[in-house]
């Protein structure tokens, strides 16, 4: 009889090989593709207690959470960039991929549930990532009582482009910001956004096409 295989050695073959393929992809070093792989065992131990996202398993987070995050380096050039806000960041996506991928940046987490701002202030700590800032507050105290220098805005999965625009107010610190919204491939614009919206840009997720959506005060 043949040797019983053991079913967390299979699991972690299988998370290295999807790393390997998001390495691949993204040029990740060495260092970064081990921080994916606290950041992904961190998230499913920590959702086993609290609810941090719907996607729990291994390829999933690492398919519609890294991967979906990490798609935006290839339409922005990054090293031109500073300092990036994330919306709603939850579990902290795009935010924390995006600061793996490019330590250079400082990035500001908004999210005002305070378990989760605790996952990711662990993963701030465990990960080694400096310049981040979590901030706690909704979207509309962050507009009127922050003044950060922001070049990029980013909101994957949480407030509206209808919310999202009051960025662009005459009174906003950030209205000369550029907003990026992940959106369905069948997302249009309503009348309160389309003023503001500079650019989509289509880009597939395994087989399902996505794009980002570009806003800027006009």
């Not at 260092?31 to 390829?59: C, G, H, M, S, V």
């Given at each position: 009889m043949g040797k019983k295989v053991n079913k967390q050695h299979l699991e972690s073959s299988f998370i290295q090989t999807q790393l390997r393929q998001l390495s691949t992809k993204y040029s990740l070093s060495d260092?970064?593709?081990?921080?994916?792989?606290?950041?992904?065992?961190?998230?499913?131990?920590?959702?086993?207690?609290?609810?941090?996202?719907?996607?729990?398993?291994?390829?999933g987070i690492i398919q519609y959470h890294f991967d979906d995050s990490l798609a935006l380096a290839q339409s922005i050039d990054f090293n031109n960039i500073q300092t990036t806000a994330d919306v709603g960041t939850g579990a902290g996506f795009p935010g924390i991929p995006l600061?793996?991928?490019?330590?250079?940046?400082?990035?500001?987490?908004?999210e005002v549930n305070n378990k989760k701002r605790s996952f990711l202030a662990h993963i701030a700590q465990e990960l080694k990532l400096d310049n981040v800032i979590i901030y706690g507050f909704d979207w509309r105290t962050f507009l009127?009582?922050?003044?950060?220098?922001?070049?990029?805005?980013?909101?994957?999965?949480?407030?509206?482009?209808?919310?999202?625009?009051?960025?662009?107010?005459?009174?906003?610190?950030?209205?000369?910001?550029?907003?990026v919204y992940w959106a369905s491939q069948?997302?249009?614009?309503?009348?309160?956004?389309?003023p503001f919206l500079l650019?989509?840009?289509?880009?597939?997720?395994?087989?399902?096409?996505?794009?980002?959506?570009?806003?800027?005060?006009q």
């Open positions: 260092k970064q593709i081990t921080q994916f792989e606290q950041y992904l065992r961190l998230l499913i131990e920590w959702n086993e207690k609290f609810n941090l996202t719907a996607i729990t398993d291994p390829a600061k793996i991928l490019f330590p250079h940046l400082t990035t500001i987490l908004i009127r009582s922050t003044q950060y220098s922001i070049d990029y805005f980013f909101a994957r999965a949480s407030l509206q482009p209808e919310e999202l625009i009051r960025i662009f107010k005459p009174s906003s610190p950030y209205k000369d910001a550029i907003f069948q997302w249009v614009p309503e009348k309160p956004e389309s650019k989509e840009v289509g880009y597939t997720l395994d087989t399902v096409k996505r794009k980002f959506v570009f806003f800027t005060k």
